[in-house]
């Protein structure tokens, strides 16, 4: 189910009726046991505060953006975490510690296109062709090759989006 979630970055949306909506919709996703895929956005707690008391199965915070502490509730949570062309800004060192060094098991590539371009595209249309050059980026990070990183964010796509790995 996504892209569900909270924003608190938006100015003018109303923040009670994102908590409530996002709510019912965790609920749906637990009761038809089905992962959820999350926009986070200067909302990091209280989107670990809807999944501690609905518990879907497993999903994504989609642009992780948060501290290495949010990080691992989400991970203990069954969740992964979304990087993309945000990483590739030299100027974002905590995200880049983030992708660095959180546990292998913890990551996915995203592109969010047309959004989150990458550094070298800044502010133009993102699209999943600039993917391969962002996994290298990350991979670089890492001290790892692209196909390591690619094959263990396979992987973790897989295990909390099940769907994926009947495609095969
Ligand atoms: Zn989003």
């Known amino acids: 189910m996504g892209e569900i979630g909270l924003d608190?970055?938006?100015?003018?949306?109303?923040?009670?009726?994102?908590?409530?909506?996002?709510?019912a919709q965790l609920k749906l996703a637990r009761d038809f046991d089905v992962p959820v895929v999350m926009h986070v956005r200067k909302a990091?707690?209280?989107?670990?505060?809807?999944?501690?008391?609905?518990?879907?199965?497993?999903?994504?915070?989609?642009?992780?953006?948060g501290s290495f502490q949010q990080a691992d509730h989400f991970l203990n949570l069954n969740m992964c975490l979304g990087f993309g062309g945000a990483s590739t800004f030299t100027r974002a060192l905590q995200l880049r510690r983030l992708a660095a060094e959180l546990p292998e098991s913890a990551m996915v590539l995203e592109t969010d296109g047309p959004d989150i371009a990458p550094e070298w595209i800044n502010k133009q249309r993102n699209a999943p062709e600039h993917l391969p050059r962002i996994a290298e980026t990350i991979a670089e990070l890492r001290q790892s090759s692209v196909e390591?990183?690619?094959?263990?964010?396979?992987?973790?796509?897989?295990?909390?989006?099940?769907?994926?790995?009947?495609?095969g």
């Open 8 to 23: 608190g970055f938006v100015h003018g949306l109303n923040w009670d009726k994102q908590v409530q909506f996002f709510h």
């Open 148 to 167: 390591v990183l690619s094959r263990q964010t396979q992987l973790n796509a897989q295990r909390v989006l099940p769907a994926l790995a009947l495609q």
């Open 44 to 65: 990091q707690d209280s989107v670990l505060k809807g999944l501690r008391i609905y518990k879907p199965r497993s999903g994504i915070a989609h642009a992780f953006n």
